[in-house]
Protein backbone atom coordinates (compact mmCIF):
# COMPACT_ATOMS: atom_id res chain seq x y z
CA UNK A 1 0.00 0.00 0.00
CA UNK A 2 1.22 3.52 -0.67
CA UNK A 3 1.55 5.57 2.14
CA UNK A 4 -0.41 8.71 0.89
CA UNK A 5 -3.04 5.95 0.31
CA UNK A 6 -2.58 4.80 3.77
CA UNK A 7 -2.84 8.23 5.41
CA UNK A 8 -5.62 9.29 3.11
CA UNK A 9 -7.30 5.80 4.65
CA UNK A 10 -6.43 6.86 8.86
CA UNK A 11 -7.79 10.21 8.07
CA UNK A 12 -10.61 9.27 6.74
CA UNK A 13 -11.38 6.91 9.69
CA UNK A 14 -10.47 9.09 12.20
CA UNK A 15 -12.70 11.72 10.69
CA UNK A 16 -15.74 9.06 10.36
CA UNK A 17 -14.89 8.29 14.04
CA UNK A 18 -15.10 12.35 15.13
CA UNK A 19 -18.20 12.57 12.86
CA UNK A 20 -20.21 9.55 14.55
CA UNK A 21 -18.85 10.33 18.48
CA UNK A 22 -21.76 10.79 20.96
CA UNK A 23 -22.62 14.15 21.90
CA UNK A 24 -24.18 15.09 25.06
CA UNK A 25 -27.74 16.56 25.54
CA UNK A 26 -28.34 20.06 25.50
CA UNK A 27 -31.17 22.55 25.35
CA UNK A 28 -29.76 24.84 22.87
CA UNK A 29 -27.25 25.19 20.35
CA UNK A 30 -24.70 27.69 19.57
CA UNK A 31 -21.66 27.80 17.09
CA UNK A 32 -19.50 28.83 19.73
CA UNK A 33 -20.51 25.96 22.05
CA UNK A 34 -22.22 25.31 25.67
CA UNK A 35 -20.29 28.81 26.41
CA UNK A 36 -22.57 30.70 23.74
CA UNK A 37 -25.79 30.02 24.79
CA UNK A 38 -27.25 32.78 26.90
CA UNK A 39 -30.16 31.49 28.48
CA UNK A 40 -31.08 28.07 30.41
CA UNK A 41 -33.43 25.33 29.54
CA UNK A 42 -36.24 27.00 31.39
CA UNK A 43 -35.59 30.70 31.30
CA UNK A 44 -38.16 32.70 29.15
CA UNK A 45 -37.01 34.87 26.13
CA UNK A 46 -36.03 38.56 27.43
CA UNK A 47 -38.58 40.04 25.37
CA UNK A 48 -41.34 37.90 26.27
CA UNK A 49 -44.16 38.48 28.76
CA UNK A 50 -44.71 34.57 30.53
CA UNK A 51 -47.86 35.98 31.99
CA UNK A 52 -49.20 37.04 28.83
CA UNK A 53 -52.88 35.95 29.00
CA UNK A 54 -53.67 32.56 26.96
CA UNK A 55 -56.55 31.83 25.07
CA UNK A 56 -58.77 33.08 22.75
CA UNK A 57 -60.08 32.60 19.03
CA UNK A 58 -59.06 34.09 15.85
CA UNK A 59 -61.47 33.93 13.32
CA UNK A 60 -60.48 34.81 9.64
CA UNK A 61 -62.20 34.53 6.32
CA UNK A 62 -59.98 34.34 3.69
CA UNK A 63 -62.27 33.63 0.72
CA UNK A 64 -62.67 30.34 -1.76
CA UNK A 65 -59.79 27.29 -1.38
CA UNK A 66 -59.87 24.03 -2.53
CA UNK A 67 -57.08 22.44 -0.86
CA UNK A 68 -55.66 22.81 2.39
CA UNK A 69 -52.30 21.20 1.65
CA UNK A 70 -50.12 24.09 0.87
CA UNK A 71 -48.03 22.36 -1.00
CA UNK A 72 -50.14 20.46 -3.55
CA UNK A 73 -49.83 22.02 -7.48
CA UNK A 74 -53.23 21.70 -8.09
CA UNK A 75 -56.32 23.58 -6.95
CA UNK A 76 -56.43 26.71 -5.01
CA UNK A 77 -54.88 26.83 -1.66
CA UNK A 78 -56.01 28.15 1.83
CA UNK A 79 -53.99 31.32 2.10
CA UNK A 80 -51.86 31.96 5.15
CA UNK A 81 -51.54 28.47 6.18
CA UNK A 82 -47.88 28.92 6.72
CA UNK A 83 -49.44 30.27 10.16
CA UNK A 84 -49.77 27.05 11.32
CA UNK A 85 -46.51 25.36 10.92
CA UNK A 86 -43.81 26.22 13.78
CA UNK A 87 -40.22 24.94 13.35
CA UNK A 88 -38.56 22.64 15.88
CA UNK A 89 -36.29 25.32 16.45
CA UNK A 90 -36.51 28.95 17.13
CA UNK A 91 -34.07 31.44 17.40
CA UNK A 92 -33.46 34.09 20.30
CA UNK A 93 -33.57 37.82 19.13
CA UNK A 94 -31.67 38.99 22.40
Known amino acids: MKPALALATALAVLSLAA ?4 AEPS ?4 IYGPAGLKLGPED ?13 QLVMHSGNFTTLNGFALKGLGAPLLDLIFE ?8
Open 44 to 56: PFPYVNPAAPKGG
Open 19 to 22: ITAP
Open 27 to 30: HGLS
Open 87 to 94: TPTAQSYA
